[in-house]
């Protein structure tokens, strides 16, 4: 197939691109710079330059495609509400460009929108809309797509990882660095599922291949990894305490990340490996955050 693909210059879109081209797929990825381009075009995949906030953009790249997978994200979480309703709006525009056929569009959303409530395991077949991660306007422009005829396939992802970047993980680094100490809630039992970015490339690559309209994709490895013991692993790498704190202390300590520090979310992919035949094979979260060198935290 040829693929158009947002973010592919990306933490996981750059390594979805060898993984679709070794496959047999050509790849079109979407990058807003002359430099991405050149990064693109030297991976063997074709540039397509535009943005997430020009829709015609990503419609004219979606329009040469058939199939669309969309990784792109911006991750600046100080503006997470307004950057989840942007991703509803690319969804839509990327949407419009494949209703009437049967080419697949990819989405991606997170495992949380699985889980039935707090602290219960996120399944593939739970779409949970109370949940209170904004993230959900991903999904809830999907089931419009998918209503209006487009072959709609959602990979969600927990915290993606290798010894560089950790998902949320590495902003929760950098504000243990500022503070001088790894700091969790309470005893930190509260859970992140977990995945190594090698195995999330390959199960957009599977779900690409094999997935059918509406499907749901968990790519997820360790189904929850403790705040505690990332506390801990944070604070050996950076020569720092792991520390407990109350609920009241979280917003001075952590800012902005203070509402995610509490969540539980455990995730299951027992499905998704039945499903796809998918086999996690990277190291675990642990593993990659002893692995990190933490002087690039400096």
Known sequence: MH???????????????????AAGHSVLGLTRSEAGARALAEAGATPHLGTLEDP?????????????????????FSRFVDNCEKDRRVIR???AALAGGDRPLLITSGTGIGAPDHGRLATEDVF?????????ASEEAGAEMLAAGVKVVTVRLPQVHNPERQGL??????????????GYIGEGRNRWAAAHVTDVVRLYRLALEQGKAGERFHAVDEEGVSARDIAEAVAAGLGAPAVSLTPEQAGAHFGWLAPFMGLDMPASSAWTRQR???????????????????????
């Not at 990503?58 to 991750?75: K, N, S, T, W």
């Not at 949970?128 to 959900?136: A, K, L, Q, S």
């Not at 993980?169 to 790894?182: F, H, L, T």
Request: aromatic letters at 8%.
């Open 56 to 76: 015609d953009s990503l419609r004219a790249g979606a329009a040469q495609a058939e199939a669309v997978i969309h990784c792109a994200f911006d991750h600046d």
């Open 169 to 182: 993980v590495s902003p929760y680094v950098m504000i243990a660095r500022q503070k001088g100490a790894a």
């Open 93 to 95: 525009a990327l949407g």
């Open 128 to 136: 949970n809309p109370h949940h209170p991660n904004p993230r959900i």
């Open 276 to 298: 796809l035949g998918w086999r996690p094979t990277g190291p675990g979260l642990i593993a990659d955050l002893k692995a990190m060198d933490y002087s690039a935290f400096g």
């Open 3 to 21: 693929v158009f693909l947002t973010g592919a210059t990306g933490f996981i879109g750059s390594r979805i691109v060898p993984e679709l081209l």
